[in-house]
């Protein structure tokens, strides 16, 4: 241990309570600064992951087409000059098939679906409800979500062998008091089809579960009365986060407007950025206490131990060996409460994790969700570092300024 570590560790054993109090506020600055992003990530994680589930990653849905305008060329000449002069989107897909074996060949595609989408109304033995259907090819569209995991009553093989099948949302289901095997009526632009119940399916999110109806696509084509095209098509990428640089690039080679999951979703996902950054920035006050807290401890030992100071300088010790002294005595308190404080986040992110909260509406949970990640470890250190030392290096500073002589002769300001 040098000199310097050792009259810091001295000094600071004379201060027992007020030390205590500023690694008390460490601690809990670091712990609670962990366990709330870990919180508020853990949510946005599950969001995300139930809306790549749904949605995949990437839609294709409208075509661009460049619209031109016409200028004469010349006073008196019956030559024309056409001119770019914008862009509008035909609703819908027109070649699917052409469109997914283009896509298939990039390297980031896991799996492309086309997806046929109209409102409907159905009809139960009990009520009516509005509703849409989506026509999809039932093994594509499973490798572009989570559909299989999602079913809670029947079975998609059932849906596989029959034609006249459907996979129905849950809260839709019980809207209309159906259950797996029951039959229904669809209505759509003048044309009724009748429909069973081959699964039903739960994703969490509610806006799906009460709407969405999956048929066959031969089915819903001849329901919608649309032989050919796509709604859109639906894309999974192996490295969902690589998702608008994706998009991009097939905008540009398809001509067709391409969504990423980052700008449908950009709304849900600013109030969670929104909601992570106000949670840290409210626990941070615990690091400002501490803080505070090492500036009033330093300040008064500085005050107490003037004579020793004079004395380390007549033997001497330099005014950095001062500062060092004093900076020492902040970083042990650091150490200590940033050692600890991530402990206390770590115990107390597993017992959040594990608290009853049932929630159904953007996802379906029964518990907390908590995300696991080093970067709020780091987060909350390093921000306890930034604090804390600033606030030591005043105090710290201002005892190297002291001169044994003005200490003996009691001017030492």
């Given at each position: 241990m040098s000199p310097n570590l050792r009259i810091a560790y001295r000094f600071l054993t004379a201060k027992k309570r007020a030390m205590l109090m500023s690694l008390s506020c460490t601690i809990l600055g670091v712990g609670l600064f962990i366990v709330t992003q870990a919180t508020t990530s853990g949510f946005e994680a599950f969001f995300i992951e139930t809306i790549l589930g749904i949605n995949g990653a990437i839609r294709?849905?409208?075509?661009?087409?460049?619209?031109?305008?016409?200028?004469?060329?010349?006073?008196?000449?019956?030559?024309?000059?056409?001119?770019?002069?914008?862009?509008?989107?035909?609703?819908?897909?027109?070649?699917?098939?052409?469109?997914?074996?283009?896509?298939?060949?990039?390297?980031?595609?896991?799996g492309a679906s086309a997806v046929l989408r109209g409102n409907v109304q159905l009809?139960?033995?009990?009520?009516?409800?509005?509703?849409?259907?989506?026509?999809?090819?039932?093994?594509?569209?499973?490798?572009?979500?989570?559909?299989?995991?999602?079913?809670?009553?029947?079975?998609?093989?059932?849906?596989?062998?029959?034609?006249?099948?459907?996979?129905?949302?849950?809260?839709?289901?019980?809207?209309?008091?159906?259950?797996?095997?029951?039959?229904?009526?669809?209505?759509?632009?003048?044309?009724?089809?009748?429909?069973?119940?081959?699964?039903?399916?739960?994703?969490?999110?509610?806006?799906?579960?009460?709407?969405?109806?999956?048929?066959?696509?031969?089915?819903?084509?001849?329901?919608?009365?649309?032989?050919?095209?796509?709604?859109?098509?639906?894309?999974?990428?192996?490295?969902?986060?690589?998702?608008?640089g994706e998009a991009a690039?097939?905008?540009?080679?398809?001509?067709?407007?391409?969504?990423?999951?980052?700008?449908?979703?950009q709304t849900w996902l600013t109030a969670f950025r929104a909601l992570r950054i106000s949670s840290a920035i409210t626990v941070t006050v615990f690091t400002l206490i501490a803080s505070l807290a090492m500036f009033n401890t330093l300040a008064m030992i500085v005050l107490e131990k003037t004579k020793d100071i004079?004395?380390?300088?007549?033997?001497?010790?330099?005014?950095?060996d001062i500062t060092q002294i004093f900076m020492w005595q902040a970083g042990i308190v650091l150490a200590i409460g940033a050692a600890l404080g991530a402990l206390f986040g770590a115990g107390v992110t597993w017992a959040v994790g594990r608290v009853p909260l049932p929630i159904n509406g953007i996802f379906k949970t029964e518990t907390f969700v908590v995300a696991w990640s080093a970067r709020h470890y780091v987060e909350a250190v390093a921000t306890a570092i930034v604090m804390v030392m600033v606030a030591s290096l005043v105090p710290a500073r201002r005892a190297a300024?002291?001169?044994?002589?003005?200490?003996?002769?009691?001017t030492a300001q």
């Open positions: 294709i849905e409208d075509k661009i087409q460049d619209t031109m305008r016409s200028m004469e060329a010349a006073s008196g000449s019956d030559f024309q000059v056409r001119q770019r002069e914008g862009q509008k989107y035909i609703e819908g897909v027109e070649e699917p098939q052409q469109i997914i074996s283009v896509v298939s060949e990039f390297a980031n595609v896991r009809t139960s033995s009990f009520t009516t409800k509005d509703a849409q259907v989506f026509g999809i090819n039932l093994e594509d569209h499973l490798r572009v979500s989570n559909l299989a995991e999602k079913i809670t009553n029947g079975s998609l093989d059932e849906f596989r062998g029959s034609p006249s099948g459907a996979l129905v949302g849950r809260v839709l289901a019980d809207y209309l008091q159906l259950g797996v095997g029951e039959s229904f009526v669809v209505f759509s632009r003048g044309e009724s089809r009748r429909f069973h119940v081959s699964a039903i399916y739960e994703t969490g999110y509610r806006d799906v579960d009460k709407a969405n109806v999956y048929l066959h696509l031969s089915e819903a084509r001849s329901l919608l009365r649309k032989p050919t095209g796509a709604t859109f098509i639906q894309i999974s990428l192996y490295d969902s986060n690589r998702a608008p690039h097939l905008e540009e080679v398809l001509h067709y407007s391409v969504k990423p999951w980052q700008v449908r979703e004079a004395i380390l300088r007549s033997m001497g010790y330099e005014r950095r300024r002291l001169e044994p002589g003005d200490i003996i002769r009691g």
